[in-house]
């Protein structure tokens, strides 16, 4: 059973920068997972935010990007606004199957 | 634009089945895959499995083999995702998506209760 974990928790002041990182139980993270990176609102369906590791959709506000750092995946959102609070999950594909992270709630404070 | 419209609430006994349906609008959906995604309360996203709507093939999340059935009629642009034997902890908001770039379109999503 593959397992991709996230910190749980995150907080960041307004203006700030905080990092996300996307661990794969299998080992490094590469780009052949094509990493999506997904926001979470309360009440809301996921909304995309990056494919395949740092591609940004056109709606991406360009404070967040995408990149592998350190064998992991990771989202970075610099300049970080008080909307920008909610969860945040990864998701990696292996061999034709997909699994989600376990989550990171971002608290702007 | 791109739609996915899925049906609405349903609330199923244990052991019952559900089917949930996705309506597709706004591009050639035999072109792009779809994938269910499911989200337990207070819980992270599960994904589920995809579909090609293109020839049928599927791939299911090794947990819900066996237990889970995704169909698509081309004719209707309609997916469906069918899952047996429901238990209390299948108690979920299910989603379609579109896989596109990445899994770039979302339907609302459909609650699905189990409880007896």
């Known amino acids: 059973q593959t397992v991709v974990t996230q910190e749980p928790s995150l907080t960041v002041s307004p203006g700030g920068t905080v990092t996300l990182t996307c661990a794969s139980s299998?080992?490094?993270?590469?780009?052949?997972?094509?990493p999506n990176w997904f926001q979470q609102k309360p009440g809301q369906a996921p909304r995309p935010l990056i494919y395949?590791?740092?591609n940004k959709h056109s709606w991406t506000p360009a404070r967040f990007s995408g990149s592998l750092l350190g064998g992991k995946a990771a989202l970075t959102l610099s300049g970080v606004q008080p909307e920008d609070e909610a969860e945040y999950y990864c998701?990696?594909?292996?061999?034709?199957?997909?699994?989600f992270g376990t989550g990171t709630k971002v608290t702007v404070l | 634009q791109v739609q996915l419209v899925q049906s609405g609430v349903e609330v199923k006994q244990p052991g019952a089945s559900v089917k949930v349906s996705c309506k597709a609008s706004?591009?050639?959906?035999?072109?792009?895959?779809l994938t269910w995604v499911r989200q337990a309360p207070g819980q992270g996203l599960e994904w589920m499995g995809w579909?090609?709507?293109?020839?049928?093939?599927?791939n299911y999340a090794q947990k819900f083999q066996g237990r889970v059935t995704m169909t698509t009629d081309t004719y209707t642009t309609t997916a469906y995702m069918e899952l047996r034997s429901l238990r209390s902890d299948d108690t979920a908001v299910y989603y379609c998506?579109?896989?596109?770039?990445?899994?770039?379109?979302w339907g609302q999503g459909t609650l699905v209760t189990v409880s007896s």
């Open positions: 998506v579109r896989l596109s770039l990445g899994l770039e379109n």
């Open positions: 706004g591009y050639s959906f035999t072109n792009y895959d």
């Open positions: 579909i090609s709507a293109y020839n049928g093939n599927t």
């Open positions: 299998t080992g490094a993270v590469t780009s052949a997972q094509y």
């Open positions: 395949s590791t740092t």
């Open positions: 998701l990696l594909y292996y061999s034709g199957t997909y699994v």
